[in-house]
């Protein structure tokens, strides 16, 4: 079954840097896009960023334009969100999510289970 | 970016209940909208998929329908285990917005 386990989560201070991890494992990695989503703490669900299934394209929602890079490893079937510069409001389980449909950008089916980022001093 | 507002933010239904949400888009959309579930403490769940589509083993209670900037969620029929937060989402354009979410509890 398809699964994704999400790590590398923690308590960092502001001006921080993170990288986050997905490992995926179920189904051709490589042949799907994959979603970093992420939900501050009694807030809604709010969209991070987005990478094509060969890696070649990459959008990111305008609170991670500039701070944070989303790339995959398709050989080693995992994502990675590098977080830097940051910020109180970054506060924040980080889901990352597979597409739904083959070799297409669009929305995400499943989801891992999270990981928790604290931004405090 | 699209907006995607959704309706209520929150209700409370006798179990047996029909319960119906609704999303509309600040734009059009065509059928490019999802409906997730996400119960406390765990990740989203995908339910319906291009609107209409119920994914692969997701109760037949659960519906969808609309299209363009209108969108409907139904649960025919509300069981105890449908006790969640319930988001739209749409996946026409980037960036991917959500809806606000709607919490249903049990009256």
């Known amino acids: 079954q398809v699964q994704l386990v999400e790590s590398g989560g923690g308590v960092v201070q502001p001006g921080g840097s993170l990288r986050l991890s997905c490992a995926a494992s179920?189904?051709?990695?490589?042949?799907?896009?994959m979603h970093w989503v992420r939900q501050a703490p009694g807030k809604g669900l709010e969209w991070v960023a987005v990478?094509?299934?060969?890696?070649?394209?990459?959008y990111y929602a305008d609170s991670a334009k500039g701070r944070f890079t989303i790339s995959r490893d398709n050989s080693k079937n995992t994502l990675y969100l590098q977080m830097n510069s940051l910020r109180a409001e970054d506060t924040a389980v980080y889901y990352c999510?597979?597409?739904?449909?083959?070799?297409?950008?669009?929305?995400?089916?499943?989801w891992g289970q999270g990981t928790t980022v604290t931004v405090s001093s | 970016d699209i907006q995607m507002t959704q309706s209520p933010s929150s209700l409370s239904a006798s179990v047996g209940d029909r319960v119906t949400i609704t999303c509309q888009a600040s734009?059009?959309?065509?059928?490019?909208l999802n409906w997730y579930q996400q119960k406390p403490g765990k990740a989203p769940k995908l339910l319906i998929y291009d609107a209409s589509n119920l994914e692969t083993g997701v109760p037949s209670r659960f519906s969808g329908s609309g299209s363009g900037t209108d969108f409907t969620f139904t649960i025919s029929s509300l069981q105890p285990e449908d006790i969640a937060t319930y988001y739209c989402q749409q996946d026409d354009n980037l960036p991917y917005t959500f809806g606000p979410g709607t919490k249903v509890d049990i009256k």
């Open positions: 734009q059009d959309i065509s059928n490019c």
């Open positions: 999510a597979k597409g739904k449909t083959y070799a297409t950008l669009d929305g995400m089916d499943v």
């Open positions: 990478i094509s299934y060969e890696g070649s394209n990459k």
């Open positions: 179920g189904f051709t990695f490589s042949t799907y896009a």
